[in-house]
């Protein structure tokens, strides 16, 4: 693990404090620090003058009724290939400028990585242009993708299709290990990244975004105070850069607030849940940098998805079923698809005699080029999957996400230094290659709308024929939460018990994704209205947040009169944020927990 200047420093078992560790050297190239500084807690009137004096005039630290607040010029939230590229990039542009400019990053998850899932087929277009000389400095990126192959599943049977893709020079990668490197090559250029601390509200001067503020923490579930007890902390910037990923819950609010999808003229965002295992398999299974992708079973026709398998290194694999989230059948359950999916004869010999390493789940954008938000806001702007730059046929989103981050950094070095605005990251990314791409992609999935061999037909003249540059452009349909039917248009889907060997249950699925929050802390899945559940969900729709959500979070249990009750184990949350999008009468809320907490993968 690299070591980092942690002025806030989280860790999921340990409470924080405001305290100094790690280098002990000014990233200036000034002067060393005091050996006294490290290690202790921060006395934050002491500490105070003294990061004055650390850092420069461009930063400041003071305290603010009970929260201390700390000045930067550019605080990003996320420590994602979004927020890390627009990290990296604005130092280096410092660098190119002989100027300096405070960078901070602030990360839920315990650690750098923890929380980040995704396939991962690297395309390293965006890294290229990052950091060219990613191949002699250690980057986890070392298996070409050697095979690209492309299977219709039937039950019983696998069909050869042509394969849409075209992996050539993209790498099989852990895209939590990638994130992992990208941190210390930030902290190298003099980044400070604080994981472990959750952005929980926006800070308003007026209508103008000037920072975040981190959760408390140390408070209890009934919201008293406990001996812990730590006030959130201000983290002011000149700019403030939103890098949540899929779903932010910031970037929610800062999109409706500011209307930012009207003034994009962008349609909703549509959604589906990746669901993830990553396995060790016997050494002769296999082929490092093979790829497939299947379509078809286990889902139904009207329901858009489909499973990848990547071969990574060290006899591992990366295996996951993607289920678009605007599934009609309230009785589909994405885990358990999952589960019955590993069973296929195409499959399950591969996995027999292997065990799986780690388990997570996470939601992915699919609403594409006509879903894009305006993505500034006054003071900052939102990048990466945050605003939604996955290329859906590609299955990719890595190095949009990083591109636009880098856009968004060029935007923000010219808006400190040079008196321009924010609004040239939109028009830089409407330049950019991200834009082209997505234009030429944009009607690949509403075509599926028509169901899947209409989608498919249609995928195939635009990926060989048409290219993007049909005249007209689809409109995706209902958003996922009003795509559900009520139960009695659907019959229940038996689902086979898993047989501990390549399928099994949530509880044990749970364990391998590391998944930890302190049972002592408020709610962060709060219901809009409480009796939504019981009068709607459950007699309408049989209560599918107990089958969507991938971590048995939402349980309907029997009262002391026998009355079906919700209860919310939030401790089991893996942050995928499926409950958010997908619940019916969107009353759920998902809300950043205390940091650090979540799950804690390390190879996904
Ligand atoms: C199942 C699946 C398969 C995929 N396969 C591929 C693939 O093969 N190739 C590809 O290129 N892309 C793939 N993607 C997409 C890719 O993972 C994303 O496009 C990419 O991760 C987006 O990067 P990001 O930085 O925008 O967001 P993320 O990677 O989601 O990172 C966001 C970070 O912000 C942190 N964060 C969020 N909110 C807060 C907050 N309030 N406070 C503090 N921290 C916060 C999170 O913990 C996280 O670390 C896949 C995605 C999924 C889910
Ligand atoms: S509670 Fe919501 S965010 Fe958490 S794992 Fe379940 S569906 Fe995902």
Not at 89 to 104: A, F, H, P, T, Y
Not at 348 to 376: D, H, M
């Amino acid at each position: 693990m690299y070591s980092r200047i942690s002025l806030l420093r989280g860790r999921a078992n340990s409470f924080k404090k405001l305290v100094f560790v790690g280098r002990k050297y000014d990233l200036r190239g000034g002067s060393p620090l005091s050996p006294g500084c490290g290690l202790s807690p921060i006395n934050s009137t002491t500490c105070g003058r003294f990061l004055g004096r650390f850092w420069g005039e461009s930063r400041s630290y003071s305290t603010a009724g009970e929260g201390e607040s700390i000045e930067y010029d550019v605080v990003i939230v996320g420590a994602g290939p979004a927020g890390l590229s627009a990290a990296i990039r604005l130092k280096q542009i410092c660098r190119e400028n002989d100027s300096d400019l405070s960078v901070c990053v602030v990360e839920k998850g315990a650690e750098v990585g923890a929380h980040i899932l995704s396939g991962n087929v690297f395309e390293p277009r965006a890294l290229d242009e990052l950091l060219p000389q990613w191949k002699n400095e250690e980057a986890p990126i070392h298996v070409p993708v050697s095979s690209d192959k492309f299977l219709f599943l039937t039950k019983n049977h696998a069909i050869s299709l042509p394969s849409p893709f075209n992996n050539k020079g993209n790498y099989v990668i852990s895209l939590s290990q990638l994130v992992q490197w990208m941190g210390t090559k930030a902290e190298e250029l003099g980044v400070e990244i604080y994981p472990g601390f959750a952005a929980g509200e926006v800070l308003y001067d007026n209508d103008t975004v000037v920072g975040i503020k981190t959760n408390d923490m140390g408070i209890s579930k009934d919201g008293s105070k406990k001996e812990t007890f730590q006030p959130g902390v201000a983290l002011k910037g000149r700019i403030t850069l939103i890098a949540e990923g899929c779903r932010g819950s910031l970037s929610e609010t800062l999109m409706k607030k500011f209307n930012l999808r009207e003034r994009g003229n962008g349609q909703h965002q549509t959604y589906a849940l990746g669901i993830k295992e990553v396995w060790e398999i016997e050494v002769n299974k296999h082929k490092p940098g093979s790829v497939i992708h299947t379509l078809g079973w286990p889902l139904d026709n009207k329901t858009y998805g489909g499973s990848f398998l990547y071969h990574m290194y060290n006899r591992q694999i990366s295996l996951g079923l993607v289920v678009a989230l605007d599934y009609q059948n309230p009785y589909l359950n994405p885990y358990e698809e999952f589960q019955r999916f590993k069973h296929h004869p195409a499959i399950k010999p591969l996995l027999e005699g292997g065990n799986v390493l780690q388990y997570g789940a996470r939601t992915l954008n699919e609403g594409g080029f006509q879903s894009i938000p305006y993505p500034v806001f006054p003071g900052g702007a939102i990048i990466g999957c945050s605003a939604g730059f996955l290329n859906v046929p590609k299955i990719k989103g890595t190095h949009t996400a990083m591109k636009s981050g880098m856009l968004a950094a060029e935007a923000a070095f010219s808006t400190l230094h040079e008196g321009s605005s924010m609004e040239v990251y939109w028009d830089a990314l409407r330049r950019s290659w991200i834009w082209e791409e997505l234009r030429q992609a944009r009607n690949y999935r509403p075509a599926f709308e028509y169901g899947l061999i209409p989608g498919l037909g249609m995928s195939a003249l635009e990926n060989y024929i048409f290219k993007g540059r049909l005249p007209f452009t689809l409109k995706h349909g209902k958003p996922d939460h009003e795509a559900t039917d009520v139960a009695k248009q659907h019959t229940p889907i038996e689902y086979p018990r898993p047989d501990g060997n390549i399928s099994f249950d949530v509880p044990t699925s749970l364990h391998r994704s590391n998944t930890n929050h302190g049972h002592d802390q408020p709610p962060h899945l709060h219901l809009k209205d409480p009796a939504v559940p019981e009068q709607v969900n459950l007699p309408e729709y049989a209560g599918p947040e107990s089958r969507y959500c991938p971590a048995r979070v939402y349980e309907y249990v029997p009262d002391e009169e026998g009355k079906l009750k919700l209860h919310i184990n939030a401790q089991n949350c893996l942050h995928c944020k499926a409950c958010d999008i997908k619940d019916p009468k969107q009353n759920i809320q998902w809300t950043v927990p205390e940091g650090g907490g979540g799950p804690g993968y390390s190879v996904m």
